[in-house]
């Protein structure tokens, strides 16, 4: 696993030569995305799964090339085994190009850009050295005239940028100062999202709404007898998500403390937080009674999320801010109710029967509601499963999410046309 040699980068053209056969002599429109994590990792959250269905849905379209780092996620720095460096990967309806931490230089980046030759560039991060890479190529003057799109992914939020406050503080000015993000077209989940990247953008440019794609079926095998019974004084909850401050463990496992029944929690996902915040946590499941049974499982690959999410009732996630949130989707796919924060774009859930958005600061209703939970009978349960999973295929089979992002990509490519 070495970086490319020179006869590697002498054939780069000819790899992308190759790749257009694959076409079946049609030219797609070439997308360049670069993303810092990528497919076959699982640890790096929603933004990695938007992209995967992105070229799942439109891979027959657009001819996409990705960018990303050989490794899954900020806390596992392993490379992939049997990684080809320099060189083009199938992987499902993309070619992927894995980088090593060495090769995350401004030359290869340019390299790669001009090797590919690019009708857009697509970065899936604002804040990623990837795309701060490019956009100083293309404010140099040597990748001009490619248009470029950025889904910041919910960075922009004011929850994101407290952490790590004072660095992107700086950067928010640096690119200001230098007009990195001048003419950009970005890609929004939400008229939040859209408000917070109006703070941050340079001049001109386009806003779009598009909400994250879903896959397009998700667990089409399901079936409501998968469900385990719903006794009345018990209850199975689900966390599946980093274990990060920005997720909110902690405020789940404190609101615990101060509820009676039988009552098991399973967090599930990668740790993605600094000591002291783990021992909090570890700290308050060693302080709770004997009936609260509470396991930190660790991240699972996402071909095993259904097994997880179908043995439990509901999910929960007082998450402080989500740009999104795929795993809600794909919890309600599972049959599993939501108890969320009402910090996410997923609103009145209770009036449409499929779980609870509820304020952060009334910990007396999430007390209230995770009692509601625990002394639920399987009558009522089986209801709110039905519903959530119901409203998972409706979402998921609405054309208008779909068209969103297709218009993304269709206006930028009218750039890149001169349309």
């Given at each position: 696993?070495?970086?490319?040699?020179?006869?590697?980068?002498?054939?780069?053209?000819?790899?992308?030569?190759?790749?257009?056969?694959?076409?079946?002599?049609?030219?797609?429109?070439?997308?360049?995305?670069?993303?810092?994590?990528?497919?076959?990792?699982?640890?790096?959250?929603?933004?990695?799964?938007?992209?995967?269905?992105?070229?799942?849905?439109?891979?027959?379209?657009?001819?996409?090339?990705?960018?990303?780092?050989?490794?899954?996620?900020?806390?596992?720095?392993?490379?992939?085994?049997?990684?080809?460096?320099?060189?083009?990967?199938?992987?499902?309806?993309?070619?992927?190009?894995?980088?090593?931490?060495?090769?995350?230089?401004?030359?290869?980046?340019?390299?790669?850009?001009?090797?590919?030759?690019?009708?857009?560039?697509?970065?899936?991060?604002?804040?990623?050295?990837?795309?701060?890479?490019?956009?100083?190529?293309?404010?140099?003057?040597?990748?001009?005239?490619?248009?470029?799109?950025?889904?910041?992914?919910?960075?922009?939020?004011?929850?994101?940028?407290?952490?790590?406050?004072?660095?992107?503080?700086?950067?928010?000015?640096?690119?200001?100062?230098?007009?990195?993000?001048?003419?950009?077209?970005?890609?929004?989940?939400?008229?939040?999202?859209?408000?917070?990247?109006?703070?941050?953008?340079?001049?001109?440019?386009?806003?779009?709404?598009?909400?994250?794609?879903?896959?397009r079926v998700i667990y089409p095998d399901y079936t409501q007898e998968q469900k385990a019974q719903k006794e009345s004084g018990s209850v199975r909850l689900v966390y599946?998500?980093?274990?990060?401050?920005?997720?909110?463990?902690?405020?789940?496992?404190?609101?615990?403390?101060?509820?009676?029944?039988?009552?098991?929690?399973?967090?599930?996902?990668?740790?993605?937080?600094?000591?002291?915040?783990?021992?909090?946590?570890?700290?308050?499941?060693?302080?709770?009674?004997?009936?609260?049974?509470?396991?930190?499982?660790?991240?699972?690959?996402?071909?095993?999320?259904?097994?997880?999410?179908?043995?439990?009732?509901?999910?929960?996630?007082?998450?402080?801010?989500?740009?999104?949130?795929?795993?809600?989707?794909?919890?309600?796919?599972?049959?599993?109710?939501?108890?969320?924060?009402?910090?996410?774009?997923?609103?009145?859930?209770?009036?449409?029967?499929?779980?609870?958005?509820?304020?952060?600061?009334?910990?007396?209703?999430?007390?209230?509601?995770?009692?509601?939970?625990?002394?639920?009978?399987q009558e009522t349960f089986v209801g709110m499963s039905r519903n959530a999973r119901q409203f998972a295929e409706d979402w998921v089979g609405e054309a208008a999410v779909?068209?969103?992002?297709?218009?993304?990509?269709?206006?930028?490519?009218?750039?890149?046309?001169?349309?």
């Amino acid at each position: 696993m070495t970086p490319a040699t020179e006869d590697q980068k002498n054939g780069e053209h000819l790899a992308a030569s190759r790749s257009e056969a694959e076409a079946k002599s049609v030219r797609r429109p070439v997308i360049l995305v670069f993303s810092d994590f990528y497919l076959p990792g699982y640890k790096s959250g929603g933004g990695m799964r938007t992209l995967v269905n992105i070229v799942d849905r439109f891979g027959d379209d657009y001819d996409f090339r990705i960018v990303t780092r050989d490794h899954d996620g900020k806390t596992d720095k392993t490379a992939y085994p049997d990684i080809s460096y320099g060189s083009w990967v199938r992987v499902g309806k993309s070619l992927v190009r894995y980088l090593s931490k060495e090769q995350i230089r401004i030359g290869e980046i340019k390299r790669i850009a001009r090797a590919v030759g690019p009708d857009i560039i697509f970065f899936n991060s604002y804040f990623s050295t990837l795309t701060i890479f490019a956009l100083l190529l293309r404010r140099l003057g040597m990748l001009r005239g490619i248009p470029m799109v950025i889904a910041p992914q919910g960075e922009l939020a004011d929850a994101g940028l407290e952490l790590k406050r004072t660095k992107k503080q700086a950067f928010l000015r640096f690119g200001s100062k230098l007009r990195l993000y001048r003419d950009i077209v970005w890609r929004t989940t939400s008229e939040v999202e859209a408000g917070e990247v109006d703070r941050a953008k340079g001049s001109g440019g386009r806003v779009f709404i598009a909400p994250d794609l879903p896959a397009r079926v998700i667990y089409p095998d399901y079936t409501q007898e998968q469900k385990a019974q719903k006794e009345s004084g018990s209850v199975r909850l689900v966390y599946l998500s980093r274990i990060h401050p920005k997720k909110n463990p902690v405020f789940l496992l404190e609101l615990l403390a101060e509820l009676e029944g039988c009552i098991q929690l399973d967090l599930v996902g990668p740790i993605d937080a600094d000591d002291e915040y783990i021992e909090s946590c570890r700290v308050l499941i060693e302080k709770l009674p004997s009936n609260i049974r509470v396991k930190m499982a660790g991240g699972v690959p996402h071909e095993q999320v259904f097994q997880t999410l179908v043995g439990h009732d509901f999910f929960v996630l007082p998450t402080i801010t989500e740009n999104f949130g795929h795993v809600f989707l794909e919890a309600m796919a599972a049959g599993c109710p939501l108890l969320i924060s009402d910090r996410t774009p997923w609103k009145n859930l209770e009036q449409k029967g499929v779980g609870w958005d509820l304020p952060l600061e009334d910990r007396g209703e999430w007390i209230e509601v995770l009692r509601r939970c625990i002394d639920m009978d399987q009558e009522t349960f089986v209801g709110m499963s039905r519903n959530a999973r119901q409203f998972a295929e409706d979402w998921v089979g609405e054309a208008a999410v779909e068209k969103a992002n297709r218009e993304v990509f269709e206006y930028a490519l009218s750039l890149s046309r001169g349309v």
